[in-house]
Structures are given as C-alpha cells and as structure tokens.
C-alpha cells in the first residue's frame, strides 16, 4: 500500500516562509513525476509547481520566483519551499505523484490528505 504524507503547513505572516515536505512510503518500485496542488475554499484545485524525476520544474505562474520544488529520489520525497508567503496563498496544499508499485504492475497517480497553509497576520 502506498501513502504520500505531507508536513509542514501552519500559520505564518505575509512575507514569511514554510517548508512543505511529502515522503511516499510503501511497496514503490519508481517515482516519477511530482508535484504540490493547492485548493483554497470555494476554489477549484489548482497546479503550483511540479518536478520530473530528472529535475526539471514547472511553476503556476502567480509563486514563480516565491516557491521552489525539489525532490530527494533516495527519499522519496518532494519539498516546497515557499517564500514571501501572500494571503492569497492560504490553501490546504496537497502532494502528487505518479509512481509504479509492486502491488499494480501499471503507473497510477497518488495524492496525499493535504495540509493547511494559512498566511495572515
């Protein structure tokens, strides 16, 4: 079975910075892609950034230049470190990831329970 556990959401004031961090855990054989979603109430889901297996990015364009995602293999685990933190960042902020398991012998998508970013002051 396979789990993706975030960590790191809280409260913090505008300008300020969190770390947000996703391990996958479970019979995983590969992790491909992964990415951070976000949804703030009343909202749909939206994409903030994600990260191939070989490094390369790619940023909504309202946290380029705020956000950055990074990922350990050897981990694996995904990061997102959010800097200048805005209210309208505030969302709960969901982890993603393609990854082939022992248990299904095909590539499936995998999200994790979310955590709560709230910027205010």
């Known amino acids: 079975q396979v789990q993706l556990v975030e960590s790191g959401g809280g409260l913090v004031q505008p300008g300020g910075s969190l770390r947000l961090s996703c391990a996958a855990s479970?019979?995983?054989?590969?992790?491909?892609?992964m990415g951070w979603y976000r949804q703030a109430p009343g909202k749909q889901r939206e994409l903030v950034a994600d990260?191939?297996?070989?490094?390369?990015?790619n940023y909504q364009d309202s946290v380029k230049g705020r956000f950055t995602i990074s990922r350990d293999n050897a981990k694996n685990t995904v990061y997102l470190q959010m800097n200048s933190l805005k209210p309208e960042d505030t969302a709960v902020y969901y982890c993603?990831?393609?990854?082939?398991?022992?248990?299904?012998?095909?590539?499936?998508?995998?999200w994790g329970q979310g955590t709560q970013v709230t910027v205010s002051s």
């Open positions: 479970g019979s995983i054989f590969v992790i491909y892609g």
């Open positions: 993603n990831a393609d990854l082939l398991s022992s248990a299904i012998p095909a590539m499936k998508n995998y």
């Open positions: 990260i191939t297996r070989g490094g390369s990015t």
